[in-house]
Structure formats: C-alpha cells, structure tokens
C-alpha cells in the first residue's frame, strides 16, 4: 500500500517555539495527538527568565496502569515485514526513544505521542493468559511470534511486572517458536528459557544498537541500556549459545549514520552472527517531535538533517509506501545499502532472516487452559 501525504503531519506548529529538554526522557513536549480538536502551543511571555530551569520542568514519573486486554496476538500481512505475528505485554514505553514509530499510536488512546508515550504506560497484566487460550484454538496454526516489535517488551517496568517472562513460559511448554527486539539487558534474566529453546531452534534474538556514542544514546534513547551495556548483552546471549544479530536501527544521517560500519564491528565482536538495519522513519506525530529533538539536541545540523531525510524519501519528511519506507530511496540511501552489505561481508555477517528458518513442527497445545474470567469480558447491558 502506497500513501502520500496520510503519515504526515505538519511539524511547523510544534517546532516554531521550542521548549527544554526533560532529563531522561526523549521527547521535548506532550504535542497533541493528530485525533485532538484543540491545539495548545507553548509561548514564552518572559516569566520563565526570573526562575530557576528546574521548576520550569519538573522530573517527569512514569505512571503504569494496569490492562486486560481482550486479545494478545496482533497479525500483520505487511510485505516488508519478517513475521506475521505479534505480542507487546505493553503500550507505551519508558524506553522514550524519540524515534520510535510506536509513539503514534498512544493517540488511540486520546494521549499525546509525546510525553505521555514514555510517562502513561498499560501493561497487558493478562497477556499469558490470554496467550494459552489462543494457542488452545482448535484453529490455530504455529508461526513464529515477535516480542517487543511495537514496544519494548523488557523496558524497565517489566522487572518487576514479569509479563514477558511468563509469556516466554507458555511459550517455552508448547515448544513455540518466537523472536525477540529489544534494547534492554533485562533479556538475560530469561537465558535460562531462551537457551533451552535454542536447543530446539525456537528462538532467534536481535539487540538494536543505533550508536555507540553514550551522550547522543542519552537523549536518542535516554532510558534504554547503554550501548557498552548492549553489546556486553550480545556477548552474554552469544556465550550461552542464543542466536543474535543486531540491529543497525534507525539510522539518522548525520547523527548516527557515520556509525554504522563501527556498530557493526563492536557487534561481530561481541558474537553476534547476523545484522540488519533501518532507516529513520518519521510517520504522523514523530515527525514534529523528531524535529522539535533536532531543534533542541542538534540545532546547527537540524536543517542539513532533514534535507537528507527528504532526499530518502522522494523529497518528502516520510513515505509509507512498502517498497521503500524501511531503506528509502535515491541515492543516499543507495549508499548505506552499499555501505551495509559491505560490512556484513567484511565482518561475517549474515543478513537477518532466521525467522523463516525457525521450526513450527514441535508445536504443541498448552498443558492447561485457564477459564476466561468475568473481568476478561465485556458486561451485559441488562445484567
């Protein structure tokens, strides 16, 4: 599917007056969602000269709700995509990843992509629940499930949550295969289970490492692992057997682009046997909020950043079109295509594709099936 201008939302009003950073998070402002009637601007009226920064924005918490999900399994028939299946335990993440393209769908839930993405989290409290009644369908047919593809599912909320865990466990009793992304160093508390399924070749794992440099990953990615921590985590994965690439993504020009072939290196280093990457996209609301981090962040190369964008997409800030959208066109992105496969071939690489190669024949159904609750269903309007 080919879209033109329905991913796109107008920056200008967003970026026109920029507010401070808030430490540890990524985004700069709570713009409203593009499903909003009113708009609030920020105007400087001159008070702000006469206190202190730290009044001007207060550390932010992170607020959890808790959610029962009527369904855990999200399919997708995208062409571009490795998988067809889904589970996220959570919406929202604390990761505040300024780029992240799960960022828009927090306006579903009448909040703003913006700060409220990484501070207003839902965690799925009954998602294993919910995962052995689906895997109990008469219907259901085994395919490789992806952990964390919209959010993090191992951001920081899941160490004491455990919702991730007990999905591997389900999992890990039926013999099924899944895959997992993320940037956090809390998978390793799940080698134990991860392992085991490795020897049945049931698991694949990636790690996204977008830079190296630790003072740009504090204000790209402020709250995930650091990057030293990443690769020390693919070493870890790597050492116990776990097959692990890394993940190259998003690449930024002129923020992490000139990083790519180094990211490559330090992962082949640290074990991983396969690489894959991304380049920067910017649909609905990231695309002011990914500006109003270059206006903050990098105000002397935010103009020469975004031109190099629209040079990657067809001269626009972001095309959806499936043929494109995760490498871009033209002649730049020409370049880090070329750039990457020479990587992959330089430090013996593969490209990421072990999705296909995972084993859906073990599959077997859940050992028990919980009974759905009162709680889990919709009421009765007449009682």
Not at 335 to 353: E, N
């Amino acid at each position: 599917m080919s879209t033109n201008d329905e991913d796109f939302i107008d920056p200008a009003p967003w970026i026109n007056a920029i507010p401070q950073a808030h430490k540890g998070r990524g985004a700069i402002s709570n713009i409203a969602g593009r499903y909003e009637t009113q708009l609030i601007e920020t105007v400087d009226d001159g008070w702000t000269h006469f206190v202190d920064d730290t009044d001007i924005n207060p550390a932010l918490k992170t607020h959890i709700t808790p959610e029962l999900a009527k369904t855990i399994l999200s399919r997708n028939q995208s062409p571009d995509l490795p998988f067809s299946v889904t589970l996220n335990p959570y919406r929202g993440c604390e990761h505040g990843c300024i780029y992240c393209f799960a960022r828009p769908t927090h306006a579903y839930l009448g909040l703003s992509p913006g700060l409220d993405f990484e501070t207003r989290l839902y965690a799925k409290t009954n998602a294993p629940e919910l995962l052995r009644r689906e895997l109990a369908h008469k219907n259901y047919e085994p395919s490789p499930i992806a952990f964390g593809m919209n959010t993090d599912a191992y951001q920081p909320c899941e160490r004491e949550l455990k919702i991730t865990r007990r999905c591997l466990e389900v999992l890990h009793e039926c013999d099924h295969p899944l895959g997992m992304i993320t940037k956090s160093a809390l998978i390793e508390r799940d080698i134990d289970l991860l392992q085991d399924m490795t020897a049945k070749n049931l698991v694949t794992v990636a790690i996204t490492i977008t830079t190296l440099d630790h003072s740009i990953a504090r204000t790209l990615e402020p709250r995930a692992a650091s990057p030293t921590r990443r690769l020390q985590t693919i070493e870890k994965l790597a050492q116990a057997g776990i097959p692990v690439l890394v993940s190259v993504a998003p690449v930024i020009p002129f923020v992490t682009e000139q990083e790519l072939e180094n990211v490559m290196r330090a992962a082949a280093d640290a074990g991983a046997t396969a690489a894959g990457y991304t380049v920067l996209r910017l649909p609905w609301e990231v695309n002011p909020l990914f500006q109003q981090w270059l206006q903050t962040h990098f105000p002397e190369r935010a103009e020469r950043v975004m031109n190099r964008i629209r040079d990657m997409r067809g001269g626009k800030d972001y095309d959806a079109n499936f043929a494109t959208r995760m490498r871009g066109e033209g002649l730049w992105a020409d370049m880090i295509r070329q750039r990457f496969a020479k990587g992959l071939k330089r430090y013996g690489l593969g490209k990421s594709g072990r999705f296909v190669q995972l084993d859906c024949s073990l599959f077997r159904k859940p050992l028990s099936i919980p009974a759905p609750k009162k709680t889990d269903r919709q009421l009765d309007i007449f009682g």
